[in-house]
């Protein structure tokens, strides 16, 4: 898709991305918005990730549907739907879902790139969490990421 034409997904359109613990739906890449930004919704079902740093974007997330814990440095947010949080490069930062219900939320990454991650760390034929975190941990320094602590407890 040429990066100057609007983009228009119904619900549940755009890329999965079988991540295990989260059904994530790719909406929008750097590709498509000239590096600006990228945009993934997340269903969280499972855990969240470790405790981590990104050097290279700034996060943020926006609560559709549940509850959510995240932690942002040493401030732990309970967000429900309608909370909105950003996350400046170089934070600690992690996220769960709160209880047993699923969260799910709008993740937008600035500038793009690191959506990228997902793609690269999900093998379409070995999707168990042992695999992933595996292939994950062997990422984060391509992107710019560092694992800093294990993921939250829900």
């Known amino acids: 898709m040429d990066h100057d034409e609007a983009i228009v997904l ?12 989260h059904k994530i739906t790719r909406k929008v890449s750097g590709a498509e918005t000239n590096g600006a930004f990228s945009m993934l919704e997340v269903e969280l079902e499972g855990d969240g990730p470790p405790l981590h740093i990104h050097n290279a974007e700034d996060e943020s997330f926006y ?7 995240l932690q942002v440095g040493d401030e732990r947010i309970n967000a429900t739907a309608g909370s909105f949080t950003f996350v400046p490069r170089g934070t600690i930062h992690t996220f769960a879902r709160s209880g047993q219900q699923p969260a799910r939320f709008l993740v ?6 690191f959506e990228l991650f997902f793609d690269e ?5 070995v999707t168990d969490t042992e ?13 710019k ?10």
Do not use: F
């Open 10 to 21: 119904a619900p549940g359109e755009g890329k999965m991305i079988p991540v295990p613990g």
């Open 63 to 69: 609560v559709l549907e549940g509850e959510m814990v």
């Open 108 to 113: 937008t990454y600035s500038p793009a790139g």
């Open 121 to 125: 760390a999900v093998d379409i034929d």
């Open 131 to 143: 695999s992933y975190v595996a292939k994950a941990g062997a990422l984060a320094e391509k992107y």
């Open 145 to 154: 990421m560092e694992i800093v602590g294990p993921p939250l407890e829900s």
